[in-house]
């Protein structure tokens, strides 16, 4: 009986830091979304790792580094119309440790002339507290 218990507050207390850590992970894609929707690159990049080790992978092949990827978003995405409105959908969260999350999903832009869309898979870290993408492949 002590051990169903103590086994049944494990399983309790893990899905309560599983629920923590996607909350906390969806919060970070709904602010992202939010400053890209309000034309800022710069805020929209604060969900990635600010590292030389961040991989984006996108038509072009991998990119390294936050600086890189800064770069290449603001060359692919001049101004806010080029921007557009940013959605993510269907999204699916996959525990791999206490410290990764695979995320998957879709995502969208609506534009004046156009309305482009695909799929990501992002891998977080926590990495000082914070939940951060260590690594992106959208297309």
């Known amino acids: 009986m002590i051990i169903l218990l103590i086994a049944t507050a494990t399983i309790i207390s893990c899905n309560e830091n599983n629920n923590d850590a996607i909350t906390t992970i969806t919060k970070v ?3 992202q979304a ?4 309000n034309g800022n690159i710069d805020g ?3 969900g990635y790792w600010h590292s030389d080790s961040l991989l ?3 038509s072009n092949g991998p990119n390294y580094g936050y600086t890189n990827t800064l ?3 603001k060359k692919a995405y001049p ?3 080029a921007m557009g409105e940013l959605h993510f959908s269907s999204l699916k969260y996959n525990k791999l440790s206490d410290e990764y999350y695979h995320v998957t999903g879709a995502w969208s832009l609506i534009r004046a002339e156009d309305n482009p869309n695909g799929y990501f898979t ?3 870290r926590k990495i000082n507290g914070q939940w951060v993408i ?3 492949h959208s297309s």
């Open 34 to 37: 939010a400053e890209w929707n």
């Open 29 to 31: 894609m709904d602010t």
């Open 122 to 124: 992002l891998i977080f």
């Open 56 to 58: 984006f992978i996108g």
């Open 71 to 73: 770069e290449r978003y």
């Open 44 to 46: 929209y990049m604060e």
């Open 134 to 136: 260590v690594a992106d």
């Open 79 to 81: 101004d806010k119309a």
